[in-house]
């Protein structure tokens, strides 16, 4: 469809920020096919805040905070059920299609049919000015005291070059576009290198991509439709590593992919796999980039943990996949490379499955099976609980910022959540 | 008509530089005060935003400075030195002592350990 097509004539394209709260990230990324409707990294840039699922409460300050910052006019859709910290937001039932709303809201909005979202913080400096004199001067100490409510920074040690400058502390999320919905890190950085890192947040929840999967454990599910949903997570999470990546066009080959892939379209691979390599996505992550110490990739699971070169895979044992002669795909470097090149391969294999197990009765998977980020179910259960958690400061400590989003792309969100030992 | 084109053209630059300045707003920042602070995906600043940023390449610079540099002194120094002679060799030891306090400063720092 055209561009022109897809905007009626007086619109302009809605430009939203997404806060993405539990089970939601599915849902917004499925926005990106609209072209009248534009996601933008900061909200700055919006004059729509879409909130997308239920937000546990711990984050309702930083919604604030996000809704804050957008500019007048703006407006706020609340997209699914549970409460959230803004009064007139727009609600919207988590099985509606938002674009019309959000095309009538901006609509509104430009008329002036509808007044701008009132600030929900009170309008004072968050730190606000301690110096004495008018320009900050006469504090206490060698650097004039914290005259702008907040200190100075001070040397800290560097990994890299030795050239200890100041360590730049940021803490990120839990809405930061470039990390997994709802981590939140505290970062120690010198220059753009990674000196120390603190989960303050885990992920969100997204039990959305394994829902139909723990269906099966307990009533009738097509093998062909799960392999479906399964090539369709893996699509989504190559998508989002490219889109990460700045490389446009193989993600919108790759969200197009698991598009075709949900109602069941035939998917090229081979395309998108030479979209991979000829954009220069491909060859231009480094070997090596996001390999797990041996320790720690006990708490690996599914096709991160079949990268690491270990053929763990419930599907070996399981009507009807052995009917149908399935054998796992794993690869040895357990690298950033390999995870990708992993999600590829099995996208492309259970898309294979998927044909070649339609027609066959539903199957219940009452032992459990294989779901997209690892084990599912009765045998799952008992070996999650002693899986290791993560330690993501020794997984990104010394890489440059850019690499370690990279690294927390190359595995999908509720897959990260699960590492790094959040319960539920 | 000389006198002409320099009025046309000091009309012309003050007209744009007239344009240029209308466009710099005066008077506080626009915006309340929680439009101020950075976005940070809903966390707040927790150090101020002035510091010394650590740019990868101050090593190298540092280095070029010291090495490269020198030696672009000392070719003409070389043209030279003959006729001179020691006087300039004593000016040449003094410009080197100060480049190897940079040298050595770096060597503190640790910028000649192999990454």
Partial sequence: MAVSEAIPRGHRQVRYFAAIGEDALAWVEGLARDAGLRRVPTPRAASLLLIAGRLPERSWPALRRVHDQMPHPRAVLHWGEGAQPVPDAVALAPAATPAVAMRALQGDLDRGARGSSPDLLPNEPPAPWLGKGPHGQGGEGMMGGTPYGRPMTMRGDELRDGLRLDAHAVTLGPFAPMLPPGLALDLRLQGDVIQRVEVMQPPFRDAMVEAPFAAAIDRPMSAAGLERARAVHHLRCLGRFCALRGAAAPAARAYASAYRATIGGRVDLGSLRRWLWLSGLRPGIAPGLGTLSAAQRGCLSGPALRAAGVPDDLRTRLEPYTGVGFAPIARQAGDVRARIDQWLAEAAQALDLAARLEGLPPTTFAEGLEGPAGALGAPAGGDRGDRPALDLDALLRGLEWGQAVSVLASFSPDALRRMLGAAG | ?115
Avoid: C, N
Avoid at chain 2, 1 to 11: N, P, Q, R, V, Y
Avoid at chain 2, 41 to 64: I, K, N
Avoid at chain 2, 91 to 103: A, H, K, V, Y
């Fill in chain 2, 1 to 115: 008509m000389t006198a002409l084109i320099a009025l046309a053209l000091i009309l012309l630059l003050s007209g744009g530089l007239m344009l240029l300045l209308a466009q710099v707003e005066v008077g506080p920042m626009p915006g309340s005060e929680p439009q101020k602070v950075p976005f940070l995906g809903g966390s707040e600043p927790a150090t101020h935003a002035w510091q010394r940023f650590h740019l990868r390449y101050y090593p190298m610079t540092l280095l070029f400075i010291a090495f490269e540099m020198e030696m672009m002194f000392m070719y003409p120094w070389a043209v030279v030195y003959a006729e001179i002679g020691a006087k300039a060799l004593a000016e040449m030891g003094m410009f080197l002592l100060i480049l190897s306090i940079g040298i050595f400063y770096g060597w503190r720092e640790g910028i000649f350990r192999w990454q």
